[in-house]
């Protein structure tokens, strides 16, 4: 081969990276939680452990509509409580009889997770399991070793019986007045890896996934996916800003996923209604486009459906994100910056943050050059008209962007920090008009890698001034 024909090599990473799993993770968006249990037929969030099996009757129990609800809502992923605190168990556990063998559902003879991997198998959407580690029925509960061990079992059976599980979930949720005891989470974690090869763990503090440290669905303006997972802790309430920011100098990778429900609890509730698209979209923004994975509570009814409200919102949802990111107004721009790896021809120009691949086909500015770092858009004809812009770094190799601008028309319109694997600026000011866009990286992690880079228009963004500047987004 010639001198000639040799392609340019791309830049180093910048440790730490994400696994496998966790790009995968990553590149899901949004997913879906199923909060369902015997707290569906008592109007509760936390049940007692002592609520009778016979309780539990969903007597038109369809996961096939379960999963394609989250199908036309764009999910790739959906998460069912299998035991929630109170000890019910949704499929048939040998370990305890407190679970649906002894429901009048099915006759006993019912597993809500078997029906839920049967609906989501053929639909290509996988499955995660919750299973809670406080669990309030159980008299085992508070004794380490024998609690340990019943749940390790519990365990076994939820990750050997169902095929591929791709997230496993551990609240650290726990009432004040609960029994202490210590949770062998080195075993659980250990047996949970060598059980499923491809899937991760969330918890508060990972191993794999955390959490983002509230429920509302917003993660931090800045927000680095790596943190120290030293310093993290599960069930420790005074680490939550730590846990919504992350960590620019973090050892481990460790994404945030942002937890939030529909409505207002968890379970379903006749009384609650589903939150308004406005809502919705302001979680969108705030999770999803602050770097994390979107995780979507849709709790099914005393019916086993998902309510007619719930599916007709998600609609909207689902085509509202449509409406304003399936076009990108960026496409037909002349594209330059501040500087190429490897030259004009060296395959790491600017033309690739309009390409449909938002990992691995990126800009790379040259190494070792600590100037400024800049990339710019401009229209051919008529000026660009936009009120979204949508960045998106080349997670593969490292988060690196620690400090960003944009500017339209020489004029500052965002000042931001992290950017990671998708940051979605809606604009303050509303509409902007111009000819030429302009984002610095003031400030990074070794050079910055961009992969994508788009302008939105959102028409359901009306920013009203004196309340964006009060609350200080
Ligand atoms: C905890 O126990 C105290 C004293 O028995 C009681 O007053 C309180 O309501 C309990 N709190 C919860 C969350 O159950
Ligand atoms: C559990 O332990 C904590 C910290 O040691 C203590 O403050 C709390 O009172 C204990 N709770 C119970 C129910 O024993
Ligand atoms: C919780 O985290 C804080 C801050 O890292 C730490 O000082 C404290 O000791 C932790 N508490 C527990 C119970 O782990
Ligand atoms: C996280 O670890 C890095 C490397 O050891 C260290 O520089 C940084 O200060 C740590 N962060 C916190 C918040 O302790
Ligand atoms: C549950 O939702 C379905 C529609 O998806 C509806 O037909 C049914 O009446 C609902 N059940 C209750 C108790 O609201």
Not at 85 to 94: A, M, N, Q, T, V
Not at 294 to 315: A, F, H, Y
Request: charged share 25%.
């Amino acid at each position: 081969m010639s001198a000639l024909e040799m392609a340019t090599t791309p830049p180093l990473p910048i440790l730490p990276l994400p696994s496998f799993s966790q790009l995968k993770w990553q590149q899901r968006e949004l997913i879906m939680f199923f909060h369902f249990g015997v707290n569906t037929f008592t109007d509760s969030e936390w049940g007692s452990g002592g609520e009778n099996p016979a309780i539990f009757d969903p007597v038109g129990l369809d996961a096939n509509q379960w999963v394609d609800t989250a199908v036309e809502a764009g999910v790739s992923l959906v998460i069912l409580t299998a035991k929630h605190h109170d000890g019910f168990c949704l499929w048939p556990s040998k370990y305890t009889d407190h679970s649906v063998v002894r429901s009048p559902w099915q006759n006993g003879q019912g597993d809500v997770i078997r029906e839920l991997v049967n609906a989501a198998t053929p639909r290509g959407v996988d499955v995660g399991l919750y299973l809670s580690p406080w669990d309030r029925h159980d008299r085992r509960y508070g004794h380490d070793l024998p609690y340990n061990e019943f749940y390790l079992a519990q365990l076994q059976e939820l990750l050997k019986k169902y095929g591929s599980v791709k997230e496993i979930w551990f609240d650290g949720a726990k009432g004040s007045n609960a029994t202490n005891m210590t949770y062998y989470f080195t075993d659980w974690f250990s047996m949970v890896k060598e059980l499923q090869s491809s899937i991760n763990i969330f918890s508060d503090a990972g191993p794999d996934v955390r959490w983002v440290g509230n429920e509302n669905g917003f993660a931090g303006s800045t927000c680095w996916s790596t943190i120290n997972g030293s310093s993290l802790a599960i069930g420790n309430a005074s680490i939550m800003d730590y846990l919504n920011t992350g960590d620019s100098k973090g050892r481990d990778w460790l994404p945030p996923e942002c937890d939030v429900s529909i409505r207002r609890g968890w379970f379903w509730h006749k009384s609650q209604s589903p939150k308004t698209l406005k809502q919705l979209l302001e979680i969108y923004y705030n999770s999803v486009g602050r770097n994390c994975v979107l995780l979507l509570n849709v709790p099914p009814n005393t019916t086993g459906l998902i309510s007619q409200e719930d599916v007709q919102r998600l609609k909207e949802f689902r085509k509202a994100i449509d409406t304003i990111f399936s076009t990108n107004l960026a496409e037909n721009c002349l594209i330059k910056a501040s500087s190429i790896r490897g030259g004009k021809e060296g395959g790491f120009g600017p033309q690739n943050v309009l390409d449909n691949d938002h990992l691995w086909t990126y800009w790379a500015p040259v190494d070792g050059d600590d100037g400024d770092h800049w990339i710019e858009l401009r229209v051919r004809d008529e000026g660009l008209r936009f009120n979204v812009v949508r960045i998106q770094e080349a997670i593969g190799l490292g988060q690196r962007i620690k400090r960003h601008e944009i500017y339209v028309d020489g004029k500052r319109v965002v000042s931001g920090t992290t950017v990671g694997y998708k940051r979605l600026h809606r604009l303050e000011e509303g509409i902007v008009r111009g000819q030429i866009l302009r984002i610095r990286i003031k400030e990074s992690r070794g050079v910055p890698l961009i992969s994508s880079i788009g302008l939105h228009f959102d028409p359901f963004w009306h920013p009203d001034k004196r309340y964006t500047k009060r609350q200080g987004i």
